[in-house]
């Protein structure tokens, strides 16, 4: 079998054959082919030992940022519960104060109706005391 992979393959390794050499079992060219197979194998774990690294550090990042986003949902969810309920509490507390500001506003109306007629009477008597006024003033022909 081959331990480096495919018929043709290139790279550390390729083409090695497990316990058997070129030279027909010379413990030269299987030490040799141990030798090329040790440094394969270290070349291998001297990339896959930081990916994996890597690959652990990604994990654990993205289980730590669904953790802290699952907290500042809860937060939030919380915080809106919280608005909603202050809002019922001041809607509550100013419902009267809302109807007596209503009851105030039309009293003021009616107060306003009543100062409009009353300018409109005094206008009026004004207008009527001018014409007396004139009246008397201008000695009659």
Do not use: W
């Not at 550390?12 to 413990?27: F, M, R, S, V, W």
């Not at 001297?46 to 940022?65: F, H, N, Q, W």
Request: contains cysteine.
């Amino acid at each position: 079998e081959y331990m480096g992979g495919a018929a043709g393959a290139t790279g550390p390794g390729a083409g090695l054959l497990a316990g058997t050499g070129g030279g027909g079992g010379d413990p030269r060219v299987v030490a040799e082919e141990m030798a090329a197979l040790r440094v394969a194998v270290q070349d291998v774990c001297k990339v896959a030992t930081p990916l994996g690294k890597l690959i652990d550090y990604g994990r654990e990042d993205s289980d730590a940022m669904a953790k802290e986003l699952r907290a500042h949902l809860a937060d939030a969810a919380a915080l809106d519960e919280a608005v909603l309920r202050l809002r019922r509490q001041s809607d509550a507390e100013l419902a009267p104060l809302t109807t007596k500001l209503a009851e105030v506003e039309d009293a003021i109306a009616g107060f306003r109706a009543r100062i409009a007629a009353q300018k409109a009477a005094i206008i009026q008597n004004d207008e009527s005391i001018q014409q007396m006024l004139r009246a008397v003033a201008v000695p009659s022909r």
